[in-house]
């Protein structure tokens, strides 16, 4: 069964069609990446997704529950979480406690229950420090944990994001644009990270990314948009070889690199 189902995805703002006619599946531990010029709506399939947006037409099943008209809370407390194009970190905060946040789901005693249950608040307590130490481990953060996260480089900042995404035990992971702005090195670092959680968690991921190359490397198929609506769904190789995508993606990206 697939992880992820979405079906037949309506989605407009007073006139301006952001998603139509939008269908996709996401299967088990696969990375299924959504490329598209600016402006095709591929954040806005994110946020239907997440529940930030509710389309006028079709279904998104996740693990076979009906998403739609689900609050973003909810569907992220049922494993759906998602890094942000913009990084969203407490920049004052250090890089464990931006982590610890990403356990809120995780977290079912409060100050007052902590006082009248200390035991068991204190079990889950280490219970989310010991899944904490496992994602810095995992995402190589040790050097950096005790720093605030609005004094580290760059792409670490986005390596926290990720890790407060793998924080929540996903089950399903969104990432928005994961080497946006990075450097070479960046780049090469968060491509080994995705790669790592595809293998070692096998956890499915949708990847929304302008980065051709890393696109092409990493996905297992590709949803290439174009004005709200899907061209072309297919392994990368399908993809970079359909001449609608060569058209409307990639020949717009030639138009943007020579002029
Ligand atoms: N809240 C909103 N209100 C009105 N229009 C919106 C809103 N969000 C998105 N749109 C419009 O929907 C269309 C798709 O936008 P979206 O941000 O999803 O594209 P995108 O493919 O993610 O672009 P980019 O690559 O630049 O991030 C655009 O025309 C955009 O202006």
Known sequence: ??????????????GVVAVDGVSFEVGEGELFAIIG??????????NVLSGVYRPQQGTVRFNGEDLIGMRPHRIAARGMSRTFQNIELFSHLTVVDNLMLGRHNHM??????????????????????????????????????????????????????LGRAL??????????????????????DMARFILDVREELNVPMIMVEHDMGLVMDLADRVMVMDFGRP?????????QADPDVIRAYLGE???SVTT
């Open 37 to 46: 010029p600016n402006g095709a709506g591929k954040t806005s399939i994110f």
């Open 253 to 255: 990206q030639h138009r």
């Open 1 to 14: 069964m697939a992880v992820l189902s979405v079906e037949n995805i309506r989605l407009a703002f007073e």
């Open 231 to 239: 061209i072309r769904t297919g392994t990368p190789a399908e993809v």
């Open 167 to 188: 924080a929540m035990e996903p089950k399903l992971l969104l990432l928005d644009e994961p080497v946006a702005g990075m450097n070479v090195e960046e780049t090469e």
């Open 108 to 161: 079912r005693y409060g100050a007052l229950s902590a006082f009248l249950w200390l035991g068991k608040a204190r079990n889950e307590e280490l219970k989310n420090r010991s899944a904490v130490e496992d994602v810095i481990d995992f995402l190589e953060l040790e050097q950096w944990r005790r720093y605030p996260v609005g004094l580290l480089p760059y792409g670490v900042q986005k390596r926290v994001e």
